[in-house]
């Protein structure tokens, strides 16, 4: 697998050109984990033991695994039994072999360790492997990181149809959207800003900023592995700060910012409310404070007829950010409008500068 | 009868050999030229002759193309059964010889086996060609298996059945992956989908669709009660990517997607991103759910919808998607075209063909090349009526 680490190394600079040296120094302790699947295929293990431990999986799975959906709507043993089979397949072992040795990425005693944390400790599948499949991506994540969501797939699409409506339109002096800046805040794993990157022309350019350095070189990481470091720039710092040589220029602006009520982080699935990081689902006291405040400041930052667009936790948010675009910031904005993911939910909220 | 070299009791048990060969192979001659339908494409035959002398054979340049295309692949059938018939009266008359003469003749013994080598080739080639001349036929096959109602004894049925195109897939040394496994509540599976690649695969596999019914004991029933059990099997072409050269309007389309249930979002982490796409104006629905992430389980989804609306395509005689006629495509799982008793007796029987057998322990270990067979020769009879007609 061809594997550009020098491009890493590269974005990696660009995190710190100069006006991003706010914590400049905690990224060289976050060296981003290689994902499961990119290991070294170097541990050779009997098929016996490997037949032994997917017993032992799967009965761990039976007794452990059937009552999380009562407990906290947590997977039930079909997303378990599925999760198991991708477990085994990023760590090397290919059904169609019939060798008695295969060659797997991680020693049988980690395997099971993975998969223990996995059931026992509800460890994310994503980070037990270290990667999430997102649209036609596979990105790296790991603890401090949120693991992106199906949902937010739909802004991709969303995007991407913005930017065929403006080249059908054929006005070559309107093809702003394609070849312009876009801003993704709070990046996370990089999800929306290499989608975004992927969909646009020569020109377009992508900012990603997100307060954690760890998301930031995970986000780097996989910018890096899909060959886009002179396209996309990651930048450290909360939300429009590291934005300040910019203003008026963003054509596109993207956020899938913390939107969970306070009160309901306890309450959410352990693999999310145990293991993903805090700082990327909390939204204050009713979970909008990071949602007004990306309305409020997208002004500053965008330039005439620019398009926004904001992941919300459905339905009254979405509602409320609406009236609040339309009333509070009477002006600024115009067509904003809900649209809904695939499940139906009122997810997010679009609309363009005025 | 002796041989020359005096070597009585060898050469005579080749020849009871060879004789029954010869036997075995008339008969083979015999149906295939019965299930030919020889007559009718005799009478074909001179039907398109007559078409192809018509002064005005050439007012449309295509249809005269395909009359004499079919006349062509008429007579080379025709003569291609004559062919067999010639040899194995060849072969027939050899052993007849023998038997009237005193001694053996290792030369004619020979040349009658070489005979019947040839002809078992060309008649396994014949069948092949005849039998599997679909379009997607050569291809690899997708079979999804669906429990029916009827809880966990339908959902082990479902199970059974996985496993025994599993095995026939293997044993013809056919890649064989069960690609996705929706696993029942107590035991069995509510669905599966296993991906078979291999030459004609699709071709052989294509008449397993329908419903296949189990009478057995319960063995989920503590009274061991008389059970009924229905589970579906689809099959579809696998067809690679860049060859399903259909474009479906995107408002035909019903494309949803699995819940995450609750309020979704960073509430919710589950690897649930199955896609369900409802093809509209027939009615055609396909799921895709083993793959790990939503867009690409609706790219495999939209590329399992094509093919299998290609299929219904050419089942009707369509030549494209438009003109499927949405009233005719039978409900999902189709007609009941097994029945498969575990008990009070054992038999394994084919509801179209009439084929059965009590060895019903083999079947379930994938021994269901007698029925494959059956039915491809059932069908071709049945295509046969109808298929030069039409010209």
Redesign the interface.
């Known amino acids: 697998m061809a594997f550009p680490y020098n491009s890493f190394s590269r974005t990696i600079r660009s995190i710190m050109s100069p006006r991003n040296l706010s914590q400049p120094s905690s990224i060289h302790l976050n060296q981003p984990q290689t994902p499961l699947f990119l290991k070294s295929p170097i541990h050779q293990t009997p098929l016996s033991s490997l037949t032994q431990f997917q017993t032992w999986a799967k009965t761990l799975i039976q007794s452990k695994g059937s009552n999380f959906p009562t407990i906290d ?1 947590g ?1 039930d ?3 378990l ?3 198991l089979k ?1 477990f085994l397949e990023d760590a090397g072992f290919n ?2 072999d019939d060798e008695d040795i295969v060659r797997l990425r991680v020693g049988l005693d980690e395997l099971y360790l993975l998969w223990k944390q996995r059931i026992v400790e509800r460890r ?3 980070y037990v492997v270290g990667c999430e ?5 596979v990105l790296s994540v790991e603890e401090g990181v ?2 992106p ?5 739909v802004i991709v699409d969303i995007v991407e149809e913005l930017i065929k409506k403006e080249e059908e339109e054929e006005d070559e002096n309107e093809v702003m959207m394609k070849e312009g800046l876009w801003v993704d805040l709070g990046t996370g794993s990089g999800a929306l800003a290499i989608a975004i990157a992927r969909a646009l022309g020569k020109g377009g350019r992508v900012i990603a900023t997100d307060l954690s350095p760890v998301a930031a070189s995970v986000a780097g990481y996989n910018v890096g592995r899909y060959g886009l470091q002179d396209k996309i720039e990651i930048r450290i710092g909360s939300w429009f700060k590291p934005l300040e040589d910019v203003k008026r220029e963003v054509v596109g602006l993207v956020s ?1 910012p ?3 009520p306070s009160d ?1 982080i306890l309450g ?2 352990a ?2 409310g145990k293991h ?1 990081p805090r700082l ?2 909390d939204g204050g006291e009713n979970g909008m404070v990071d949602l007004l405040h990306l309305c409020e400041g997208a002004a500053s930052v965008m330039k005439s007829g620019g398009f926004f667009a904001f ?4 339905e009254m948010q979405s509602k409320f950010l609406l009236d609040f675009t339309m009333n509070k910031s009477k002006g600024c904005f115009r067509d904003v409008k809900i649209v809904s ?3 139906g ?1 009122q ?1 997010f909220v679009t609309g363009f500068f005025v | 009868m002796r041989d020359k070299t005096g070597n009585i009791s060898c050469v005579l048990a080749d020849f009871y050999t060879l004789r029954k060969d010869v036997e075995s192979t008339t008969e083979r001659v015999q149906d295939i030229r019965d299930s030919a339908g020889l007559e009718q494409l005799e009478e074909d035959f001179l039907n398109l002759e007559k078409k192809s002398a018509d002064t005005s054979l050439w007012d449309d340049r295509a249809k005269a193309q395909e009359t004499l295309l079919a006349l062509t692949d008429i007579k080379d059938k025709i003569k291609l059964l004559a062919e067999f018939k010639s040899q194995i009266e060849d072969a027939e008359t050899i052993v007849k010889l023998t038997e009237e003469m005193e001694s053996i003749d290792n030369g004619l013994l020979e040349e009658a086996t070489g005979i019947i080598r040839n002809l078992s080739k060309a008649l396994d080639q014949f069948e092949l060609t005849q039998l599997l001349s679909g379009p997607y036929d050569k291809e690899g096959a997708v079979i999804s298996i669906t429990a029916g109602a009827g809880g966990t004894d339908a959902q082990d049925w479902a199970d059974m059945l996985r496993r025994m195109y599993v095995r026939w897939g293997e044993k013809q040394c056919f ?1 064989t ?1 069960v690609v996705e ?3 029942g509540e107590e035991a069995g599976i509510k669905s599966a989908t296993i991906e078979i690649e291999g030459r004609y695969a699709y071709g052989y596999l294509s008449g397993e669709k329908g419903t296949h019914r189990i009478v057995r004991q319960s063995p989920f029933n503590s009274k061991g009660l008389r059970q009924t059990s229905f589970s579906g099997v689809e099959v579809m072409p696998l067809l690679p990517e860049e060859s399903v050269g259909v474009e479906i309007p995107e408002e035909d389309l019903d494309i ?2 699995s ?15 199955a896609v369900r796409i409802v093809h509209i104006p027939t009615g055609v629905a396909v799921r895709c ?1 083993e ?6 389980n609706k790219i495999k989804a939209l590329s399992r919808l094509k093919a299998k609306l290609l299929v219904i395509a050419e089942e009707q005689r369509a030549s494209e998607i438009k003109q499927i006629r949405g009233d005719a495509v039978k409900a999902e799982w189709g007609q009941q075209i097994r029945n498969y008793v575990f008990h009070p007796y054992k038999l394994v029987k084919d509801v179209r063909t009439g084929i059965e057998t009590s060895d019903i322990a083999s079947v379930m270990d994938g021994e269901i090349e007698p029925f494959i067979k059956a039915f491809l020769k059932y069908k071709y009879s049945k295509n046969l009526k109808s298929s030069y007609v039409l010209l």
């Open positions: 709507n997977p043993t079909n997303h039994f599925r999760e991708w059904r169609d994310p599948f994503q499949h997102w649209r036609d991506l949120l693991i969501r199906p949902e937010t797939e899938n913390p939107y969970i309901q959410l699935q693999e999310v993903e990327a689902l992941e919300t936790n459905g993911d695939h499940s939910i997810r | 890649k992956r496994k929706s696993m949803s997607f819940r995450a249930g609750g309020s979704g979002g960073q509430n919710v982490n589950k690897v649930e991103t759910t793959e790990r992430s939503q867009l690409a």
